[in-house]
C-alpha cells in the first residue's frame, strides 16, 4: 500500500463551484498535512498546512483533517479560473529530519 | 526572509553530456535541503536531501549526484545524461514543510 494515495484527475468544474479535493494516507506516524498548489511550468507553492484533526480555514480555502481515518481534504469555494493547477497533498512525520511523501497530484480546471 | 534560487531555469542538452544544477538559499542557517525529480504527467521524485554539508542521502539509485559543498548550496549533477534524465528539476529547502524554488526543464535530445 503506497503511504500517500490521491486521484490523479483530472477534475473539471464550473467558475463558482465548491471544489473537494482529498488524499488518503496510510501510516498513522504521519502528523503533518499540507496542500501544494502548482501552476503550470512551475514550482509548488505551500497552499496551507495543519497538524490537527480538524479544520483550518484560510480564505476560500478550508483543509480538513481526519487523523482517525486518515483522511485529508482540501476544499475551494467560489472556485475560480485562477485555480486551475494541480494540487498535491503532503504529510510529514513529526522528525524533521524525514522527508515529505507526497500525493501524485489533482489536475482541476475551473471553467468561466 | 527566506528565499531560493535555483538554475538554469530551462536547458537542452545532448545524451552523453555533463549536468550541473544549482539551488542556493538565503535567509536562514543549516537548512534541510532537496533535489526532486518531476516527470510529465507524474507525481514528485525524491531524488536526493542532506541534513548538512556534505551528508547526502539518495532515493532513486542512478546516474545522477548531489553535493553540498556549503550550508545554502546544493547541487545536482551528472557525468553522463540519459534520454530517460529529461524532466523537471526542482530544490526545496525547509524540515517539516518544505518550500520550492522555479524548477529546472531539462531537456534531454
Known amino acids: 500500500q503506497k503511504e500517500v494515495e490521491q486521484d490523479p484527475g483530472p477534475l473539471s468544474v464550473p467558475e463558482g463551484a465548491i471544489v473537494s479535493l482529498n488524499c488518503t494516507y496510510s501510516n498513522s506516524a504521519f502528523q503533518y498535512f499540507m496542500w501544494y498548489r502548482q501552476y503550470s511550468r512551475k514550482g509548488p507553492e505551500l497552499l496551507m498546512y495543519t497538524y490537527s484533526s480538524g479544520n483550518k480555514e484560510d480564505g476560500r480555502f478550508t483543509a480538513q483533517v481526519d487523523k482517525s481515518s486518515k483522511y485529508i481534504s482540501l476544499f475551494i469555494r467560489d472556485s475560480q479560473p485562477s485555480d486551475s493547477a494541480t494540487y498535491l497533498c503532503?504529510?510529514?512525520?513529526?522528525?524533521?529530519?524525514?522527508?515529505?511523501?507526497f500525493g501524485k497530484g489533482t489536475r482541476l480546471s475551473v471553467i468561466a | 526572509s527566506q528565499t531560493i534560487h535555483q538554475w538554469p531555469a530551462t536547458l537542452v542538452q545532448p545524451v552523453g553530456s555533463p549536468l550541473s544544477l544549482e539551488c542556493t538559499v538565503e535567509g536562514t542557517s543549516n537548512p534541510n535541503l532537496y533535489w526532486y525529480r518531476q516527470a510529465a504527467g507524474r507525481g514528485l521524485q525524491l531524488l536526493f536531501y542532506s541534513v548538512g554539508i556534505g551528508q547526502i542521502s539518495s532515493e532513486v539509485p542512478q546516474n545522477l549526484s548531489a553535493s553540498r559543498p556549503q550550508d545554502r548550496q546544493f547541487i545536482l549533477s551528472s557525468k553522463k545524461l540519459l534520454l530517460s534524465d529529461s524532466g523537471f528539476y526542482l530544490c526545496?529547502?525547509?524540515?517539516?514543510?518544505?518550500?520550492f524554488g522555479e524548477g529546472s526543464w531539462l531537456t534531454v535530445v
Open positions: 503532503a504529510i510529514s512525520r513529526i522528525s524533521g529530519n524525514t522527508p515529505l511523501v
Open positions: 526545496a529547502w525547509g524540515t517539516a514543510t518544505i518550500y
